[in-house]
């Protein structure tokens, strides 16, 4: 009788430390903002969860989640095939997608540059190195400084598959570890330019960006909604199979109302209202 008391005892003070089990979420530098407001709101409308978010690129979030070192893997890029694959390897279950906002990639350059609107055509040229020069786009006489990020950012797979059509990155492209860096570098260097996330553009000027009609755009809620801004895309989060449990209501709560006003608080645009 006395070792089923203390045994029961032993659950009681075990219980408080299952109930906040965390949910990990790991994954894109561009989400991580975002992630973070839901996970604290999530957590003060609920004290008994724990959600637990850190970044590292969509690359790094996949890895994880094929890994099983993470719940949830945020992503700005699709999974790859190979990817989907070796998650049915492991697991016996294939990756879910849950789209959970959305995102237009802007184009910052400095405050001081007098470029006011590129196309994708001149993008990819200047990031592929065949335009060297700001004043072949319209610019000042002076060198094209480019800032990008690595090879493990959704982003980056982004701009390459979409912009660059596949095309290497010139060499003199000097990668950066997150969004927020590639922001601050080119909010010091004059002729620098970068690419992020929408919701990151603070101290640089995005530019407009050529349309199909000839017309540019900015990467606002309803330009990206309408398919008028180029550099459109969603953002995802990925599961081992449909989300379960504890993770799924933090994605169910992340797309009720309440989660989808914090996207445009953010700065990104909300997929229902």
């Known amino acids: 009788m006395k070792r089923t008391l203390l045994a029961l ?18 994954g894109s530098d561009t989400m991580v903002i975002l992630a ?24 790094t979030g996949i890895a994880a989640l094929i890994n099983g070192t993470t719940d949830i893997a945020d992503a700005s890029r699709g999974m790859k095939d190979d990817e989907k694959a070796k998650v049915q390897e492991k697991f016996s279950v294939a ?22 609107q590129l196309s994708p055509e ?5 990031y592929t190195g065949e335009i060297t020069n700001w004043k072949d786009v319209g610019g000042n006489d002076a060198p094209v400084v480019l800032y990008s990020r690595e090879n493990s950012s959704g982003t980056y797979v982004f701009v390459k598959e979409h912009v660059l059509k596949n095309e290497d990155y010139a060499a003199s ?7 927020a860096a590639v922001v601050n570098a080119v909010a010091k ?22 349309g199909a009609d000839g017309q540019g755009y900015k990467p606002t809620e309803e330009n990206v909604a309408s398919g008028k801004y180029a550099l459109s895309r969603p953002l995802f989060m990925y599961t081992r199979g449909q989300p379960a449990g504890e ?7 992340c797309l009720s109302a309440e989660g989808q006003k914090l996207v445009t608080a953010v700065g990104y645009f909300p997929i229902r209202k």
């Open 247 to 253: 993770a799924k209501e933090f994605i169910d709560w």
């Open 122 to 126: 001149q993008i990819k040229k200047i």
């Open 36 to 59: 973070q407001r839901w996970a604290e709101e999530y957590m003060k409308k609920n004290p008994s969860r724990k959600v637990q978010v850190t970044g590292g690129g969509s690359g």
């Open 95 to 116: 990756p879910v997608e849950t789209v959970v906002a959305k995102d237009g990639v802007a184009i910052y350059v400095n405050d001081s540059n007098p470029v006011k």
């Open 173 to 179: 492209a000097q990668t950066l570890p997150g969004t």
């Open 9 to 26: 005892a032993a659950l009681a003070a075990a219980a408080p430390s299952l109930a906040l089990a965390a949910v990990t979420v790991k």
């Open 189 to 210: 260097e004059k002729n620098g330019i970068g690419y992020g996330g929408a919701a990151y553009a603070k101290g640089v000027k995005d530019v407009l960006v050529t």
